[in-house]
């Protein structure tokens, strides 16, 4: 089976165990995990290899654009102490408890064990993004979350640069330490430039296909020149993206095509990545003797372990200090302990950890394991704690589900609110009919004529467009409109269709 057969393969699986995830209610990425991990097993899988710089600018950088875009800039800096202590503190942690590990039990030089430290210590974005949109937690923990899984794979791309130059250097000079010291800083400011050059150049290509194509290109560029530069490749896409989405304007149709094709290409990123790194174990696990097999599983266990206990050392740690502080001081605890736990479970690994282990050389010493003990922190970490996240949410009673759909009429009422008081110097037919629009809505939301006002008014909308699709078609057949004509008018119809307030009780889907 060719690799791109064998991608078609895996790709109508992941869309089948999506639908079984979205029924469910489990997390997509864990049973993505499962099906690669399955991929090993298939015979005949082919073995397909990827240039350490391609792997982590493929796969990498399309992911945390998508995250990144989505973590707003006053969020990161309200939350700048705990995404300061996980992004960096806990992937210091966690890499060097891991190079001790593999030092002491696999027998791997300290800079290459702490190389596989670096691979495994950052829980991934996508991941998190994925798991955590199903459910609803506390907002300061989901923001923290979502804002570590972002920051901390610079931390762990430095640590792991650093310590593969000095693996094989044999020393890290003063020349290559101030690089790395510089890296961080310079790559946020190359992102920034970037967002600045690509504001200008959006103006010229919005609303049209090549207005998508260049949100891609932007990314892969900014990867590739940090690279080239030396510096934090990471930190320039995150903070390309996050001073993107603060000061450029797109359209709406660019924002729905958008947010469309990035979901798509995140998805199908991940597909790849779990294929490749599965045709890769199969090749291991084949080419290892029983006996060195066995070693490398149990060595596996042991840094599974490790990556599970040192996040909830960290985690834990970090809130008691904080409630003893806040105790102190007569103030209430920013965070609970039930919360810390939660945020302890939550650190899933997946697609930075995968194309790490993509970018090893083929020289490095013990690759095989460290590949294999790769997949196994991944395999771990999303399938039994992405699986067991929804139970332990509604075990500690932080599901947020029966208050979610009040607080977000809530604010949708707000929002139509907004829209009412910018009319109320306005008058003419326009300004009256506009009115009647928001007023209806905000009748629905507040439940002014009956408990089912919302879905009656849901009722006859989509009933009058329903007509109006009807009509369209009617006059396609009768060729009274040519392609485009159809097209334009069949758009309009469907932005009528999406104004229409949705059911509060529906499930937001991802993809």
């Given amino acids: 089976m060719s690799f791109f057969e064998s991608l078609l393969v895996l790709s109508l699986v992941a869309i089948l165990l999506l639908q079984v995830s979205r029924r469910l209610s489990l997390p997509y990425p864990s049973l993505l995990a499962m099906a690669g991990a399955a991929a090993a097993l298939v015979p005949g899988t082919p073995y397909v290899s990827l240039e350490p710089e391609t792997a982590l600018a493929l796969f990498i950088a399309p992911a945390l654009m998508d995250a990144a875009f989505d973590f707003p800039v006053r969020t990161a800096r309200r939350f700048w102490l705990p995404l300061l202590v996980f992004a960096i503190g806990g992937v210091i942690v966690t890499a060097f408890a891991v190079a001790l590990a593999g030092s002491w039990l696999a027998g791997l030089p300290f800079a290459a064990a702490l190389v596989l430290g670096a691979i495994v210590a950052p829980p991934d974005a996508a991941a998190a993004t994925a798991i955590l949109s ?17 920051f901390n ?50 103006g010229f290509v919005s609303g049209t296909l090549g207005g998508n194509l260049l949100q891609f290109v932007q990314t892969y560029l900014v990867w590739i020149l940090a690279e080239h530069l030396g510096l934090s490749a990471v930190l320039a896409v995150v903070a390309s993206a996050m001073a993107m989405a603060s000061s450029v304007a797109t359209s709406a149709r660019m924002r729905v ?26 090749g291991i696990v084949a080419g290892m003797p029983e ?18 206990l040192v996040r909830f050392a960290v985690c834990i740690g970090y809130n008691r200090i904080l409630a003893r502080l806040a105790r102190r001081r007569g103030r209430k605890e920013p965070a609970t302990i039930k919360q810390a736990v939660l945020a302890s479970w939550c650190g899933m690994r997946g697609l930075l950890t995968l194309a790490t282990a993509f970018a090893l050389p083929s020289d490095f010493p013990e690759r095989d394991t460290v590949v294999l003990t790769a997949f196994a922190v991944v395999l771990a970490t999303l399938v039994i704690q992405g699986l067991t996240l929804s139970p332990l949410i509604r075990w500690l009673g932080l599901d947020g589900r029966a208050t979610a759909a009040e607080e977000l009429r809530a604010r949708r009422a707000q929002i139509t609110e907004a ?4 009319l109320e110097d306005q008058t003419g037919p326009e300004a009256e009919l506009l009115r009647s629009k928001f007023l209806i809505e ?29 009509e369209l078609e009617r006059l396609r057949a009768e060729n009274e409109l040519n392609v485009d004509e159809y097209n334009l008018l069949l758009e309009e119809i469907d932005w009528r269709e999406l104004s229409v307030l949705p059911l509060e009780d529906r499930k937001i889907e991802e993809i």
């Fill in 134 to 150: 199903g459910v609803a937690i506390p907002r300061s923990t989901d923001a923290v979350l979502r804002g570590e899984s972002l």
């Fill in 153 to 202: 794979d610079a931390a762990a791309l430095l640590i792991f640069a650093a310590a593969l130059a000095v693996h094989s250097t044999g020393n890290l000079g003063v020349t290559v330490g101030l690089h790395f010291a510089l890296a961080a800083p310079g790559g946020i400011l190359l992102g920034i430039l970037a967002a600045f050059v690509g504001k200008h150049l959006s």
């Fill in 257 to 282: 095509q958008s947010y469309a094709v990035w979901s798509a290409v995140v998805f199908v990123l991940n597909i790849m990545a779990f294929l490749l790194m599965g045709m890769q174990i199969r």
């Fill in 291 to 308: 006996g060195q097999l066995g070693q490398a599983c149990t060595f596996a266990a042991f840094v599974v372990a490790i990556v599970v």
């Fill in 419 to 422: 829209g009412i008081c910018a």
């Fill in 442 to 470: 905000q009748k629905a939301l507040f439940n002014v004529e009956g408990p089912s006002s919302l879905e009656t008014y849901r009722k006859l909308a989509l009933g009058s467009i329903a007509a109006q699709r009807m």
